[in-house]
């Protein structure tokens, strides 16, 4: 029995900065984003957007396709939690109604938690083939204003069926970890933006790649060359590049740019548009190449590695199923990108400084998403959620 996903599905907010408008407010030349970044939008969510609402958009075609009764367990991984006790993924079983045996947990540990919620939605299903998961990766990538970060940010979610007999992809058991512990990006709880230190975490996340490549093929009997994309955590598109040219110095490929690039660019058409989305951001890389691949991509073998500071990452491998295609939603997902808001400087500052009330008064928020779940109040220090 094989056991992958069956079904894919990511939602964002509406409303973007172009990095062209950061570096014109910056007096910056703006190709250092669109070029040295790789990155040419970046997502802000919405005052009545957070985790939850961009979760339950996310999952909603989901659930509309295989019912609320299917779905045996959330995994709900974040790293913008808006609860130190509560699990973000409770609200979203209320907002799609699923059914009260249902079991919901919240995982972290940065942007790699989602690769771990798969890999247990994978264990979980092997036990009772009968039984889907999905796993729900969403996140606010927030750093501070005028730090090297700032245009690294973005917000999404992504929601992902996992299922014996899958028709997306088949995920292979083996799989290669790195776990250290350092400083590269975290955030205390009493932050609301992470803390950073740039240029170190892309060197950890390099090491951290090399070293689950290393722990993978001592696992598996997969080479580098049996493998036809590959699929980065994408803080922003470039470091992709800088990954796969390092792997493949690593295996002394021989490979040219072109061919290098050939085997990545697929998975960072959403991913430019969107911005840093943490957990949710190496699948909806890998989304982007499923419904962005010219070529088709049946019986295609990916290799993909999910990183999260601090660190904790992972190196494993996919195979495409025959008439994935039938399972995508790339319309949906192209609309929703096509059909976004523009903001200007001004706007988006004054969304970077709203802050969460902490008083325990009654707030109500403007209505401003165009997804069917939005927070409409926190009053007496509850978050109150509703579908529109
Ligand atoms: P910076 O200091 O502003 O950038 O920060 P830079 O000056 O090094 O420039 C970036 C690139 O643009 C360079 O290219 C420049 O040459 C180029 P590179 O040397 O890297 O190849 N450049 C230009 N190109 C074309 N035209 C121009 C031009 N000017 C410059 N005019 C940094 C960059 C990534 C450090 C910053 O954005 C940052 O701190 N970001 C946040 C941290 C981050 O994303 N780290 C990634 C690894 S850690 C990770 O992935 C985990 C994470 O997702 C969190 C989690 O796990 O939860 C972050």
């Not at 993924?89 to 919620?117: D, F, M, P």
């Not at 994408?234 to 490929?253: C, D, E, I, Y």
């Not at 909806?284 to 500071?309: A, H």
């Not at 996919?318 to 400087?345: D, F, I, M, T, W």
Request: proline share 4%; net charge negative; glycine share 6%.
């Amino acid at each position: 029995m094989s056991v992958g996903i069956d079904e894919i599905s990511f939602y964002t907010s509406g409303q973007y900065l172009d990095l062209k408008t950061l570096a014109q407010h910056q007096g910056i030349d703006p190709n250092k984003y669109y070029d040295g970044i790789g990155q040419e939008k970046m997502a802000m969510a919405s005052l009545d957007e957070d985790v939850v609402t961009l979760a339950a958009n996310a999952a909603l075609p989901i659930v509309e396709r295989v019912g609320t009764e299917a779905i045996a367990a959330v995994l709900f991984a974040t790293e913008t939690g808006i609860d130190q006790s509560k699990a973000a993924g409770v609200y979203v079983h209320r907002l799609l109604g699923l059914n009260s045996n249902c079991r919901v947990v919240e995982l972290k540990q940065a942007c790699y938690s989602a690769t771990a919620a798969i890999q247990m939605a994978c264990a979980m299903v092997a036990r009772q083939p009968a039984r889907p998961i999905l796993v729900i990766a969403s996140d606010v990538a927030r750093y501070d204003l005028e730090s090297p970060g700032e245009a690294t940010q973005g917000c999404g979610a992504v929601a992902m069926l996992i299922s014996a007999n899958p028709r997306i992809l088949e995920i292979a058991p083996e799989v290669g970890n790195h776990t250290e512990d350092v400083m590269d990006f975290w955030r205390p709880n009493y932050r609301t933006n992470a803390l950073v230190d740039g240029k170190y975490s892309t060197k950890i996340y390099l090491k951290s790649l090399k070293r689950s490549w290393e722990n993978f093929t001592e696992q598996s009997s997969t080479s580098y060359t049996d493998l036809d994309y590959f699929c980065y955590h994408l803080p922003f598109g470039k470091m992709a590049q800088k990954a796969h040219s390092h792997l493949a110095r690593v295996n002394k490929s021989g490979q040219t740019p072109e061919e290098l690039e050939r085997q990545i660019e697929p998975t960072l058409i959403y991913n430019r548009a969107i911005g840093n989305s943490y957990t949710a951001s190496m699948y909806i890389g890998l989304c982007s190449l499923l419904e962005n691949s010219t070529e088709d991509l049946t019986d295609k073998r990916i290799g993909l590695f999910s990183y999260g500071s601090g660190c904790v990452a992972e190196f494993f491998t996919a195979r495409v199923q025959a008439g994935y295609q039938q399972a995508l939603l790339p319309h949906k997902h192209q609309a929703l990108l096509e059909n976004r808001k523009e903001l200007s400087y001004e706007e988006y500052i004054e969304l970077y400084h709203y802050a969460n009330p902490t008083d325990g008064g009654e707030h109500r928020l403007p209505q401003q998403t165009q997804g069917r779940f939005r927070l409409a109040a926190i009053s007496e220090h509850k978050r109150e959620y509703i579908s529109v």
